[in-house]
Structure formats: C-alpha cells, structure tokens
C-alpha cells in the first residue's frame, strides 16, 4: 500500500505567497532609497545614512511580518488593490513616488557637498522623535482600520465600513498625517535643509490627495459625512 504525500495546505501556500512578495517589495524599496542617497553623495561611508537606513529596513519587515499574522488581507489589499481605483489617485500616487526619488537624491547631494554635522544638534533631535508619530500613526491606523488600502477605492468586495476607532478620533486621515511627517523629518535627521525643498512638494502632494479623498469618501461611503461632522480634522488637528 502507497502512502500519498501530503498536500500543503493552499491558504498556507497563499500566505507564503503573499509573504515573500511583501518582503521582495520592502527590500526593493530599500534597495532603491539606498541606491539614490548613497550614489548622489558620492560615498558609502556615510553613517547617518546607513543609521536611518538599517533601523528603518527592520522596522518595515517587522510591521510587514505584524500585519501579515494580524490581518492578511489588509496586506494583499495594500500589496495589490484588487480594482475600482481612482485614475486620479493612480497619477498622485507615481508622482508621490518621483518626489520621494527627488527627496532622497537632493539629500544625497547635499550630503555629498556638506557636512551633515551642520545641522544643529537640537534640530535633529526633534526630527528624530518626530519619527514615533511618523511611522506610529500609520502603524495605529492599519490596526484598526482594515480598509486601509494603499490606493483611493471603495471596497464594497470587503464590506467597506466606516472606521472611527485609533487615530482616527483625531484626524480623519492619520496615514497621510505619518507621511507627512516623514516628509520634514527625513532631510533634517540626515542633515539637509535643501532636502525640505522636494519635500515641501511632496507635502503639497500628500494635502491634494488627501482633498480627493476626503471627497471621495464623503460622496461614496455611507456614514462618512455624518463622521466628517464628528471629526473637523482632515489632516492637522485644528488647523485643517
């Protein structure tokens, strides 16, 4: 009598799937932003780079590995929406993606041509907290929100519902208010002002999209406007 192997489990395989294309999509991030910093200033024995670089790389395949044991769809969805995406969000989200290039190259350069021992201690100090709501907020918001996608749609497949729970009791779109963040801190923690020139656009980028989607939500998701009178912040608590 033949034993037959035993057939692996297929939503096993599925998340294995899911987990190596997540992780090939973190490294090839990270593989490009260290490409562009390191090539524009010309050196790899720059320390500050390879201190943000490293720290940030882990971080990211630790939220990565979180989110995939804590709610795998929220993974696939932000990995690859499955459909019905704003064309409009489509062009913001490739432009967001040549200023983030634009950002890390100007730093890159401007590393390259000063010292980032320039920067006041003092100011980079504040930059580096700034990172705790910088990549807390967005951390925050995908554990309560499992409509999080990494493009503007109404994912009536799910089930979309409004969310209200997490920082989302403070400002209605606290992902962007993280990348935000990120934007201004980034340049000052490695050292360049000239860095806040491309992400001072990628801001402006970051509040256009948060416009559109904020209007998208209000026209198309049942409870969001009713919700938009509960929570007056789209962004900036209190100011906007």
Request: hydrophobic fraction near 50%; charged fraction near 15%.
């Amino acid at each position: 009598m033949s034993i037959s192997p035993e057939q692996p489990n297929p939503q096993t395989r599925s998340f294995w799937r899911l987990a190596a294309r997540q992780l090939l999509q973190t490294a090839l991030t990270f593989l490009v932003m260290g490409a562009t910093l390191f090539l524009a200033a010309g050196r790899l024995d720059w320390w500050e780079a390879w201190a943000f670089l490293i720290p940030y790389f882990l971080l990211a395949v630790g939220a990565g590995i979180w989110m995939l044991n804590t709610n795998p769809e929220l993974s696939q969805e932000r990995l690859r929406p499955a459909g019905n995406v704003k064309k409009w969000d489509n062009l913001l989200v490739g432009l967001n993606l040549v200023l983030s290039l634009a950002l890390y190259a100007v730093i890159g350069l401007d590393a390259g041509r000063t010292s980032a021992s320039l920067m006041p201690v003092w100011v980079r100090v504040i930059a580096m907290l700034g990172f705790v709501p910088a990549f807390g907020l967005p951390t925050w918001a995908s554990r309560v929100n499992t409509y999080l996608s990494s493009r503007v749609r109404i994912q009536d497949e799910r089930g979309h519902a409004l969310v209200e729970a997490g920082p989302y009791r403070l400002v209605r779109h606290p992902m962007y208010l993280g990348m935000v963040l990120y934007a201004v801190c980034v340049p000052l923690l490695l050292g360049s002002w000239w860095g806040l020139v491309p992400g001072g656009v990628l801001i402006a980028v970051i509040f256009l999209r948060t416009a559109l989607e904020d209007r998208t939500l209000q026209d198309e998701l049942a409870g969001y406007r009713e919700y938009c009178q509960r929570v007056r912040s789209r962004l900036i608590p209190g100011i906007w």
